[in-house]
């Protein structure tokens, strides 16, 4: 079956880095968009990367400059790699297909399987 297993978040100082992975199974990933979307506590879930098929990307305003993602179809996953870490990016990220097209990326109605999310806390 579909799986999408989140891992790589941790405890980070303000202005350092992590890399997030999303390991895709029981699918042909090189054939599917996939994003990033973060929920902070008490906040709403936000898009925050998504890279398409083709390895065209889009980024939440927020995390421009930022945040880079990028995907190696032959090990099945897809890398979101962020620096410059803020307080204001701890957050659960959880990695998402995007099962069909339509909507601006951003819009969740279109993504069909989540992972589990993984917790990043941008903290001193």
């Known amino acids: 079956q579909v799986q999408l297993v989140e891992s790589g978040g941790g405890l980070v100082q303000p202005g350092g880095s992590l890399r997030l992975s999303c390991a895709a199974s029981g699918f042909t990933l090189d054939s599917y968009s996939i994003a990033w979307f973060r929920q902070a506590p008490g906040k709403e879930r936000e898009g925050v990367s998504c890279i398409t098929s083709s390895r065209n990307t889009f980024y939440a305003d927020s995390v421009k400059g930022r945040f880079t993602i990028s995907r190696d179809n032959a090990k099945n996953t897809v890398y979101l790699q962020m620096n410059s870490l803020r307080p204001e990016d701890t957050a659960v990220y959880y990695c998402?297909?995007?099962?069909?097209?339509?909507?601006?990326?951003?819009?969740?109605?279109?993504?069909?399987?989540w992972g589990q999310g993984t917790q990043v806390t941008v903290s001193s």
């Open positions: 998402s297909r995007r099962g069909f097209t339509g909507y601006v990326w951003w819009r969740e109605e279109q993504y069909d399987y």
